[in-house]
């Protein structure tokens, strides 16, 4: 997809602050440094309109990004920042929750990890979440420019396995600093939005 706008509209701290006028929602949810910014930045060929390690674990908001007058990137406060503090985590999970759970225009959630690394603690309990609340999950593994090609394969079924994805499902490769996965990425959201 060509993106021609994409603007920044709000950082939501509470659900009565999400936007009213109904277009279709691609969220995105990852550990702080995982690589969010970097990927929302690609995705919308933008240098910093996401920004990109500031605070990490700070912003306890829903930032929404307005593209093309059709949808919404949602990007979700970074979690597993280990400086956090409790009151601040239990926020996050309230907000988090109650997004997943009564947001009518969702059609998809990200959830980013990083392919270097299996999948955390964190990663596990969201995807769980997701499959809880019966959200449609695209699993995309970032910073795979960091490894050579030929380890790929194998991060991608760590993460599969770790995550417990289903046979079948696998976790789409990105790279933020390369565009690897961008066009593919763009592809499944659109998918998601009309489909
Ligand atoms: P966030 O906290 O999840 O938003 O993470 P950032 O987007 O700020 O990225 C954290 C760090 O990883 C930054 O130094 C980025 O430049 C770097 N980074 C993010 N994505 C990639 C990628 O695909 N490849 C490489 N080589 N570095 C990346």
Redesign the pocket.
């Known amino acids: 997809m060509k993106v021609t706008q994409a603007e920044f509209v709000i950082s939501a701290a509470a659900p009565h602050q999400f936007p009213q006028d109904a277009l279709p929602e691609i969220a995105l949810a ?1 550990r ?8 929302i930045n690609r995705m919308l060929q933008r240098k910093s309109l ?1 920004r ?2 500031s605070q ?1 674990g700070k912003t306890q908001t829903l930032n929404y990004y307005r593209i093309n007058g059709q949808l919404y990137f949602v990007d979700f406060p ?1 979690y597993g920042y280990a400086k956090v503090s409790k009151v601040q985590r239990k926020k996050w999970g309230e907000l988090i929750e109650a997004y997943l759970r009564e947001r009518e225009p969702l059609r998809l959630v990200l959830l ?1 990890v990083d392919l270097r690394h299996a999948p955390t603690e964190d990663d596990c309990l969201m995807y769980d979440w997701m499959q809880h609340y019966d959200i449609p999950c695209l699993v995309v593994a ?5 490894l050579p090609r030929s380890k790929w394969q194998k991060h991608i079924r760590l993460a599969q396995q770790t995550l417990g994805m289903p046979e079948g499902q696998q976790p789409l490769l ?4 390369s565009g690897l996965g961008r066009e593919e990425l763009w592809s499944y959201l659109v998918e998601a939005i009309h489909g």
Not at 174 to 177: D, I, K, V
């Open positions: 990852g702080s440094n995982v690589g969010k910014s970097s990927l996401a990109t390690s990490p970074g980013i970032t910073k795979a420019d960091k990105f790279s933020s600093e």
